[in-house]
């Protein structure tokens, strides 16, 4: 007599914790998000451990000869004052990561607030906020630094808080827009149809289901912010010298001495061009991982159609 | 919906009002004002405060500030943009010359820049996590991870090296040349492209992702229709929301023009204008280009707003 | 014409070596070809200019603002092209490098002005050169210049409010009078305190228009009714990209000197400017030869030092940055007190900088003259200074120590300085910090934009100290850099001594070698009392392609007579091409 297995159906897993179950399902699904968040946090350590890591100051004058080229004391070579390249792009690790946080940050948490409560809300609020919103992308960005440039003085708060604002509002439009995609939905009327306050709707219903253009926009920031710095010091405008930073350096010294002594162009901008691409592909993949509308199914019909039985 | 786009660009007036009062005082009192620029080129003056006052009354500036807007404002009402503090010439006549400069480049650049991020934004989000969406995600980001002032150089300098050429320096208009002028616009256009593509590719990518997990999507393949047909007809139309508020938001720069590029490629288009005129505290220049910015602006904002309602009908306006 | 052989000769020219100090890495070497060809019509010169110019008339903005005007309209007087170099045939008193500051009365030629009589200290009468036509374009349709185109021409810089003169020397300008007594003479009066000024500006730097055009027009800002009597003609202007001259087939001046003596000047067909705003895009078109000539400064110039086909010249201009003022006037400030002021100085290592920021390329003893060889008599090289000058040039931390402790600073102290917030200006203003904080004077670095930056000067409202520029050498003998309310008078300087010797100087001049003696035996003084920190001035070089005849890195003859030297010069097409296919 045959033994008849019962196959559970219902197998019981152990439940692992939100965060590990993220971690394991970058790792195993998303190669290129784990390579961006491996870069990310590198950028990070190095960063926050700047100062042990480095072997000079960044702003020591004449360690090396000018513009001399790499060597054993100074790997990556030396810039127009002789200061360490290597130690310079170390600190300008540290000075990309707060820009960027700091203006992605910023401009998050703005563009969130206009963005969630205009389009959620609706109706005349949202007009006469939309005319601000307008307004103030009316006036140019370099106009805003410039005048807040001349009266701070040139430093790293007013670009930050500029970008920040500058970003955030623009940005608005496009939670707004998410937002007023999913409008309609009936879950948001459920949740009205139960008592909900609009506040709750807001943070419980709204926001889990803009979370993924929410996610896009704060990774493209961090990158766009650093790129921004670096354009608006190619202008003048950008973080006042000598504070590393890799935009900086690429727009003043590694333009004029391109031929003379291109590595100080190539690393700068190497390391930029790397932190940028890891930082976008790490938001790509938490965004395909965390989107609620994501979940079930790859919709990936090419690899569906394979198994269809021919 | 006729409605709402009436009442939209009656708004537009009010908001442009607060938008140039803002502009207009905000650059009058900057620190460095365009009397003391001008003071310091006749820094030998024996008698330097009656120089200033002598500039002052020159420029027009020596009256209270409301009356300077509002002789402004008089003129505009008037078709006339103003004269330029530096130079004296007419702001419109300049800018009916760089305009044209600047739209070109944006046009072009826009072109490039959807024709690189649609394609490749659609085809990663159908063909998720293959090499094909690695590949193609990894060129276009790699697009924007490198500062536009950067290759711009490259492209200016190496060639000079090592071929012994360089781009045409000297501005072609169109209608006398249209052959030369795309040649010098190319180079400039397709960088700029490139940079722009960069945010449009990851949002199409990610609204299309959303988009074909959607049930109407999963009945349409069920019905057994071509991938393609499944693509164009029912994914991207709903995609493209936040897509087409992304394009809209870069519009700005056919008037906002790139300074950079405009700088290093020698073209003289509107970027260049405004740049000068901060740097030079023009006022006149900056108010006017501020005025054509701003309305363009809120005309973009007002179409991409109307587009909403066309691709997605629950979107609706009171 | 055809051209099959030339000659080329490299000369080291040495300067006097007395004159040079040993702070100049290496003597001063040109290389000046001697022109042996026939000169050849033809060509067009294409040039750069990093912005476009603002104004087309000189009574509207200062003259030396109007990039165009020097090429189409002339002034009475203008520098003597046979005094420089000029194709290695002149007597090389006279340069021309530099970018328009030089002034001396010896090394004028009369352009409108035939020749003239200096009568005392307030007449001075030009006998205009007859036969001088204006452009061919209407009103003029080149009709005679006349003594009454020069006098309402001169009398619109005394009037108009907008004029460089009467904005910047309203008191001369109302006093000076102008008259005609006949159609090709004009008569100058002004009073003697105001002659020095007089005769810097009304005839070497005030332009020529027609009456007939500027009561037409009202003025001649709008470049379209551009006219004059100078060598070329505007004739197109697209603001941010290129300038377009043509030559003017009636130009009264003939080749003075050289091969081609005699020859109706000027050679070139045509000039075009290019406006690149951008150094690396303008040295690469240089570099693939669509500019004919390129100014650059030192570190620039090391990528076409590398090209043996082009030729260049090296030089010291008279703008500069890099002097570090201070409040000497404020009483209770550390700067009132020399010792404070020399400590500085001593303990900053220009030596340092200038080997090792600016390579070697440059000289230390800048302000308030470098060497020209225009002004060698009225300059003192650094091994002629007395030793208390040349020691402030060496390094002495522990004499800046102990001079600080006699001063009443034994730990040193703060101060703030104001800078314009650009590499070229940060970079020495950083070494110079290191420097300063090894005796205790810790300095706090404030950079500013460029136009807070200015006004601030302007206002002459700063803290401490500021890092800024100072005024050339054209009017040395009003000693604006360190005496009276001027805005180039950065450190407050008023010292009786100083104002002394300025005082004789403008009662001296216009006898150049009294006034020359005068600024040399002040100069120890001047220095010594170190009111103004004088950092290391780099090189400029300009290069040019060999196919630019006759030319050897002028810039202006005369006293900003920016571009005027394109008169004289000519273009080997031939050799363009054949040098452009390879």
């Keep these: 007599m045959a033994q008849i297995e019962l196959a559970p159906t219902f197998r019981e897993e152990r439940a692992r914790s939100f965060w590990a179950d993220l971690l394991i399902r970058l790792v195993r699904e998303k190669p290129l998000g784990t390579v961006g968040g491996a870069i990310v946090l590198l950028l990070l350590l190095v960063g926050i451990l700047a100062n042990v890591l480095a072997p000079f100051g960044y702003n020591e004058t004449y360690v090396g000869p000018r513009l001399a080229a790499p060597s054993p004391e100074h790997l990556l070579g030396c810039d127009q004052l002789g200061r360490d390249l290597l130690s310079r792009i170390i600190y300008g690790a540290r000075v990309s990561t707060i820009v960027g946080l700091s203006v992605a940050g910023i401009s998050v948490l703005i563009s969130t607030f206009i963005g969630i409560i205009c389009g959620y809300i609706g109706g005349k609020l949202d007009i006469i906020a939309q005319r601000f919103v307008d307004a103030w992308m009316c006036i140019p960005g370099l106009f805003l630094i410039l005048t807040i440039m001349a009266v701070t003085g040139p430093g790293m708060v007013p670009v930050i808080v500029v970008l920040g604002i500058a970003y955030g509002i623009g940005q608005s439009r496009i939670v707004r827009s998410a937002v007023m995609g999913i409008k309609a939905n009936t879950y948001l009327e459920a949740a009205r149809a ?17 979370t993924a253009p929410i996610i896009v926009l704060f990774t493209i920031t961090v990158g766009g912010a650093i790129l921004t710095e670096a354009t608006i010091s190619f202008l003048g405008l950008g973080l006042p010298p000598p504070t590393p930073s890799w935009g900086g350096m690429l727009s003043e ?58 | 919906m006729r409605a709402y786009i009436t009442r939209r660009l009656l708004l537009l007036i009010p908001t442009l009002l607060i938008v140039t009062i803002i502009v207009f005082c905000a650059v009058r009192f ?36 409301y009356v300077q807007y509002g002789r402004w404002l008089g003129g505009i009402l008037t078709g006339n943009l103003g004269k330029s503090l530096w130079t004296g010439r007419s702001i419109g006549e300049e800018m009916l010359n760089r305009l044209p400069v600047s739209i070109e480049l944006g046009i072009l650049a826009l072109i490039t820049a959807l024709l690189i991020a649609l394609p490749i934004g659609i085809i990663s989000a159908i063909r998720q996590d293959t090499a094909t969406d690695y590949i193609g995600r990894s060129i276009a980001i790699f697009c924007i991870s490198v500062p536009a002032f950067w290759l711009a150089t490259l492209v200016v300098v190496y060639p000079s090296v090592w071929f012994g050429w360089t ?61 393609g047909v499944v693509i164009s007809r029912h994914a991207l139309k709903n995609a493209l929301i936040p897509v087409v508020t992304i394009v809209g938001m870069q519009l700005p720069i056919l008037v906002g023009g790139a300074v950079i590029i405009e700088t290093i490629f020698g073209l003289p288009g509107i970027g260049r204008y405004f740049v000068d005129a901060l740097f030079q505290r023009d006022y006149p220049v900056i108010s006017a280009i501020n005025l054509v910015i701003a309305t363009f602006v809120m005309l973009c904002n007002l179409a991409v707003d109307v587009t909403y309602a066309y691709l997605d009908p629950r979107v609706q306006y009171t | 014409m055809t051209r099959r052989t030339f000659v080329v000769c490299l000369l080291i020219l040495g300067l006097i070596a007395g004159l040079l100090s040993s702070s100049c890495a290496g003597g001063v070497k040109e290389t000046v070809t001697v022109e042996k060809e026939k000169p050849a019509y033809g060509g067009i010169l294409t040039i750069a200019a990093a912005a476009d110019p603002p104004a087309f008339d000189d009574a509207v903005q200062p003259h030396y603002v109007t990039g165009t005007l020097k090429l189409t309209n002339d002034e009475l007087w203008t520098g003597d092209w046979t005094k420089g170099i000029a194709g290695g045939h002149g007597t090389k008193e006279c340069d021309w490098f530099t970018g328009g500051g030089l002034n001396r009365l010896e090394h004028k030629a009369g352009a409108l002005a035939e020749s003239w009589e200096i009568q005392g200290k307030d007449t001075i009468i030009f006998h205009l050169r007859k036969g001088v036509k204006w452009h061919n374009k209407p009103p003029t349709n080149g009709r005679e210049l006349t003594a009454e185109d020069v006098v309402f021409s001169l009398k619109r810089q005394c009037t108009v ?3 460089y003169f009467k904005r910047t020397y309203p008191k001369a300008a109302e006093t000076t009078e102008i008259t005609a007594p006949d159609p090709y003479t004009v008569v100058v009066k002004c009073k003697p305190e105001y002659f020095g000024d007089v005769i810097t500006l009304i005839p070497d730097y005030m332009c020529i228009f027609p009456k007939d055009a500027v009561e037409q027009f009202g003025n001649m800002n709008d470049w379209k009714n551009s006219i004059g009597t100078g060598p070329f003609m505007l004739t197109e202007f697209v603001p941010g990209s290129v300038i377009s001259y043509v030559r003017n087939p009636a130009y009264w001046e003939k080749n003075p000197i050289g091969p081609g003596k005699g020859d109706q000047l000027p050679y070139l067909d045509g000039i075009k400017t290019l406006i690149i705003p951008d150094e690396s895009t303008a040295d690469a078109a240089f570099r693939t030869g669509q500019l004919d000539i390129l100014t650059c400064d030192w570190e620039r110039a090391q ?48 030596k340092r900088i200038l080997d090792e920021y600016y390579g070697g390329e ?60 650009q590499r070229a200006y940060m970079d020495p203003l950083q070494m110079v910090q290191d420097m300063l904080s090894k005796v205790g004077i810790q300095l706090e670095i404030e950079p500013k934009d460029y136009a807070t930056f200015t006004s601030l000067i302007v206002r002459r409202a700063y803290d401490d100290m500021l890092f800024a520029f100072y005024s050339g050498i054209g009017t040395y003998f009003k000693a604006i850099n360190y005496t009276g309310p001027g805005m180039y008078n950065g450190s407050y300087v008023d010292d009786p001594v100083l104002n002394r010797a300025r005082d004789q100087m403008l009662a001296a001049y216009p006898d150049e070698a009294a006034v020359d003696k005068i600024h040399r035996e002040m100069l120890p003084y001047l220095l010594e009392q170190a009111y103004v920190l004088a950092l290391p001035a780099s090189y400029n070089y300009r290069f040019w392609w060999p196919w630019v005849k006759n030319y050897s890195g002028e810039a202006s003859v005369g006293y900003y007579n920016v571009l005027n030297y394109t008169k004289y010069i000519w273009i080997d097409q031939e050799l363009k091409k054949s040098m452009q296919s390879k």
């Design chain 1, 194 to 210: 139960v008592g909900c306050s609009t506040g709750r709707i807001l943070w419980k219903h709204v926001l889990p289901n803009v």
């Design chain 1, 253 to 310: 010294a590694g333009r004029r001495y391109m031929l003379m002594a291109p590595h100080l162009a190539v690393w700068p901008g190497l390391f930029l061009a790397i932190v940028v691409y890891g930082i976008n592909m790490l938001g790509d993949a938490m965004r395909d991982l965390l989107d609620p509308r994501l979940r079930g199914g790859l919709g990936r019909y090419d690899v569906a159609r394979k198994k269809l039985p021919k």
């Design chain 2, 30 to 65: 900057v620190p460095g004002s365009v009397i003391e620029l001008m003071a310091a080129q006749i820094g030998e003056a024996e008698n330097m405060e009656e120089a200033i006052q002598s500039i002052k009354h020159g420029l027009g500036l020596d009256v209270p500030i």
């Design chain 2, 167 to 227: 781009p045409a320096i000297q501005y072609i208009p169109i209608l006398k040349d249209p052959v030369g002028n795309l040649k010098q616009f190319i180079i400039p256009a397709i960088l700029m492209g490139m940079v722009m593509s960069g945010t449009t590719m990851r949002m199409t990518r990610t609204m299309m992702l959303e988009v074909l997990r959607q049930d109407y999507i999963r009945t349409a393949w069920a019905k057994g229709l071509k991938e």
């Design chain 3, 161 to 163: 409010p907008t004029a």
């Design chain 3, 303 to 350: 990528q076409f030092l590398r090209m043996p086909q082009l030729k260049h010249v090296r030089y010291l201009d008279d703008y500069g940055q890099a002097c570090i003022y201070m409040r000497t006037d404020k009483k209770d400030s550390p700067f009132a007190d020399k010792r404070v002021r020399q400590a500085m100085w001593l303990a900053i290592d220009n």
């Design chain 3, 362 to 421: 440059g000289v230390l003893l800048k302000w308030p003259i470098m060497y020209f060889k225009e002004y060698a008599g009225a300059y003192v090289p650094l091994e002629q200074m007395p030793k208390a000058v040349q020691e402030l040039f060496e390094y002495h931390p522990d004499k800046a120590k102990q001079l600080l402790t006699e001063a009443g600073y034994p730990n040193g102290f703060k101060a703030k300085i104001i800078c314009y917030n």
